[in-house]
């Protein structure tokens, strides 16, 4: 019974649940942080997969059209070399005068020094067949629904024709026609070569491209007349898939396409328009197709397998890393975990006992025993904090008695201002207008001073542009001018200040104006050797005579002088060019 209701501490239970978790949660940290710093190298290896498959996609655009351009290059070699033998024969006078006999046997010497040729013929001004060089052509053949002949025979000179089966060996060629003219530039007939598309396909078959390239040659109405490989999906003598030959159309005289063909495979497209000397339409296309899936399977190929040796790589390196983790982090993962335990305890004296400054877990050990340092020091900052807060409660109270004794001060100050008031005035509304611009002036004082970053001290600059605003909204015509050096000065000397300029500025409202009716007023304030001099002066008719500071009925000079005094300083009347009234005193140190 004993053994049942015996408390487990909890530490027994604690710690190697605490031990478990940790090494497990490091576990589970290192394999978290080898999945993301292989990211990069994911990222990388998928964008240059990318990367290579768009090259590789450019490059076999680029091998297209170059090798377009070189059969391009042959045709045009081929049309010119037709040309220039149909354009020699032409010239001789068995030709140009007619003589069809003779020509016959020229035909054929020429055909067999030009196996390329199917043949050459030549007929007379109505396309009939005058001079072949190969038998299967028979003489009197009307060749007028040819469309070269038609041309050459309208003039047109060296033309280009059209898909046909050739009257020779009925296998598709392609012809060209040369007008021939007699001495006297009349149209007598035309010569007509026709050329062997097959020899195409021994070019095709040295360029060593791709398996399912293609190479077609279309006449100007997109019609096969040559293919190679051959295809049941792609017949000579029928027009090419519509939506190839329109892109081939809108394209340049040459250029690239992307389109799936008449077989179902989506190839790269190169084309080239061929057409003849001084002619702008195309008289055939030559087109070149290599498959996509020559760009795009080897790079997906090469992106598949870096992804499985990185897969690869991720396991091993956390299987690694969590063997490692477990034989360096073990026992100091232990070791923290029993010495936090003991600070949470209450134990202050524990400590970790690693000293491996270059490691992270031995940094975190030296944060562990500083942490129990600073709780030690914290006890001592905590009572040190308690005797500041003290002793600024106390600061408080006495400030708030220094405030209690400056408001009684100026209250007493305004009794005082009351009682003078009282004696040497009797207009009611002048009482109340002069009461309420020396409380004003008071106010502000406190106003600025709340105000500020300090309360004690006011800076007299700002202070005497405010004072003179609040005078300005009390009296209509005056305009103050302020110049004071920056001077920070006391409370005990800013309340009775600023009951003087208020006195002051009062006097030249009333008594100051220029003939135009405005009161201007300059008040400077400068100090020199201790002393600050303030000097408010106005440009109206100046004092009378008597001495006004003097003069009992005058309460606002009395309370200048009083105040003056009140300063330990004293006061300056002058009377030139408007009255100016000038108050020095000793500075005391702030």
Known sequence: ?????????????????????????????????????????LMIIIWTGVEHGASLEES???????????LSLVQLTISRSIRQTLTTLSTLDTFAEGDFESQQ?????????????????????????????????????????????????????????????????????????LTLRNKNGRIIGALTAVYRLSTYRTIFERLGLPEETILGILDYQGTRIFFHPQKETNPIGKPIKESVWEGILEG???????????????????????????????????????????AARPPRLILLRNLVLIVAAALM?????????????GRKLNKLSRTVGSIQAGDLSARTGIVDPDSEVGQVAEAIDNMANRLEERNLERDKTERVLSEALSERETLLKEVHHRVKNNMQLILSILHLEQQNSSDIEAFSLQLENRILAMSTVHEMMYQSESVSEIEMEDFLERLGSVTRNLHAG????????????????????????????????????????????????????GTASLSVADHGPGFPESPVQNNPSNLGMLLVSTLSEQLGGSVTISSGEGAGVTVEFPLKQV
């Open 317 to 329: 390196s956390i299987v690694i890393s969590s063997f490692l983790g477990h034989l360096t982090l």
């Open 105 to 177: 046997a020229i035909l054929e010497a020429v055909l067999g020094k030009n196996p390329d040729y199917l043949n050459i013929s030549s007929v007379d001004a109505y396309g009939i067949v005058r001079a072949s060089a190969s038998s299967q052509l028979e003489i009197g053949t009307d060749l007028t629904g040819r469309r070269h002949i038609r041309n050459a025979l309208a003039g047109k000179e060296f033309v280009a024709g059209e898909y046909v089966l050739s009257y020779v060996d009925q296998v598709p060629a392609f012809p060209f026609a």
């Open 60 to 70: 076999v655009r680029d091998e297209a059209f170059r090798q377009v351009e070189s």
């Open 1 to 41: 019974m004993e053994a049942q209701n015996r408390k487990i501490p909890l530490g027994d239970v604690y710690y190697p649940m605490l031990k478990n978790v940790h090494l497990s949660s490091f576990k589970v940290l290192f394999s978290a942080i080898v999945g993301v710093s292989l990211i990069p190298a």
């Open 478 to 529: 005056l305009v103050i001018n302020v110049e004071a050096e920056r001077m920070v000065l006391s409370l005990e000397v800013a309340v009775p200040l600023s009951l003087i300029v208020n006195e002051l500025l009062t006097n030249s409202a009333k008594y100051g104006k220029s003939p135009d009716g405005i009161s201007r007023v300059e008040i400077t304030m400068t100090s020199r050797k």
């Open 252 to 294: 340049g005289n040459s250029g690239t396409l992307v389109d799936i063909g008449s077989d179902g495979i989506s190839r790269f497209y190169a084309y080239s328009k061929i057409t003849l000397y001084g002619e702008s339409e195309p008289y055939l296309y030559i087109v070149l197709g290599i498959p996509e899936k020559n």
